[in-house]
């Protein structure tokens, strides 16, 4: 197996992401916690792309496919 087929996995706990998605997406606070700044900031002005982003983000979070700033997947 090569190091292109290995799957890295983000330090940040799965359960902390998806609770801050769940309760604060609307203020993209979990896209702060997992290091998007950028995107955290859009999501604060436009509250979570008017609930629409947030639910997304919530989406992708669950099924283990949302990655941090630095492109490691949050899993459980």
Not at 15 to 38: A, D, E, M, P, W
Request: proline share 1%.
């Amino acid at each position: 197996m090569t190091n292109e087929n290995i799957q890295q996995i983000s330090e940040k706990p799965y359960i902390q992401t998806l609770l801050l998605c769940f309760f604060l997406g609307s203020l993209g606070v979990h896209r702060f916690y997992v290091g998007k700044i950028g995107t955290g900031m859009l999501m604060l002005v436009t509250l979570g792309g008017f609930g629409i982003w947030a639910l997304v983000d919530t989406i992708l979070i669950i099924c283990g496919k949302f990655k941090d700033a630095d492109g490691l997947l949050i899993k459980n």
